[in-house]
């Protein structure tokens, strides 16, 4: 099946810094991307929906100038959290589409961040 | 507001036996449903999925089982195996759209 790479799988910074996270499809090309975060025992929430060459979607709060999303090409998408404070210590997932109507998306492997 | 529901956030069930996880959802207008597995620290894998149009889905040891009336589905593991344990999550997907609406997961464990 078709392979979703994301790095780092885990990562712990300051409070105040920035933090990026790189999900990449490795097989083939993904028009969208999604980014979705959870917390422990908590579904999946989508964060925001990211397409190529455009300006992600976010969800209903979701702060867009925090989580920043940038889909540069079509088979790299980058989340970065910006002056990460505790309580943006999650997990975050991303998921890739080819651009049609799949039944399955491809997940990336995860990241656990941790703010201290 | 929880569109999609997992109310039993942790299932056991012996070896052999059959695992039955269910997940209920609000929306009328979702028609296509998704299971996954995940493992701790990985990201989810897709599993099986079914289309509001079906309702029953199989594909070896899985099947899944929709009921449009009371929107309801399940997941039927048979027989399950220590490697079935794991956090199921279902999933739905409006017509037309590409986003997914996640349950809470339950958590199965297989005990041998």
Redesign the interface.
């Known amino acids: ?1 078709a392979v ?1 790479s ?1 790095h780092p ?2 990562v712990i910074c300051k409070s105040g810094t920035s933090v990026k996270i790189e999900c990449r499809s490795l097989d083939f090309q993904a028009t ?1 991307m ?1 980014w ?1 975060r959870q917390f422990p ?6 964060m925001a ?1 990211s397409n190529e060459g455009s300006k992600a979607t976010y969800e209903q709060g979701v702060e867009k100038d925090k989580f920043l999303i940038n889909h540069a090409s079509l088979t790299l998408s980058t989340l970065t959290v910006t002056s990460a404070h505790p309580e943006d210590s999650s ?1 975050y ?1 991303c ?1 890739a ?1 080819t651009g049609e ?1 799949v ?8 990241t ?1 961040l941790t703010v201290v | 507001d ?1 569109q ?1 529901k997992q109310n039993s ?1 942790s299932l056991s069930v012996q070896e052999g036996r059959i695992s039955i996880l269910n997940c209920d959802y609000t929306n009328s207008m979702f028609d ?1 449903f ?1 299971w ?1 597995k995940k493992y701790p ?6 599993l099986i ?1 079914i289309s509001s149009i079906k309702d029953k889905n199989e594909d070896g040891r899985f099947t899944v089982f929709l009921n449009k009336s009371a929107k309801h589905l399940s997941l039927h593991i048979v027989p399950s195996q220590p490697g079935d344990s794991a956090v199921y ?1 279902c999933a739905a997907q409006f017509q ?1 759209a ?8 339950t958590r199965l464990t297989i005990n041998p």
């Open positions: 099946g979703v994301q799988s885990w969208t999604f979705y025992k908590q579904s999946l929430m989508l929906t997990f997932i998921s589409e109507r039944t399955e998306a491809f997940f990336g492997q995860g656990r | 929880q999609v956030p296509y998704l996954y620290a990985e990201g989810p894998t897709f999925s999550f037309g590409q986003k997914l609406v996640f349950g809470q997961g």
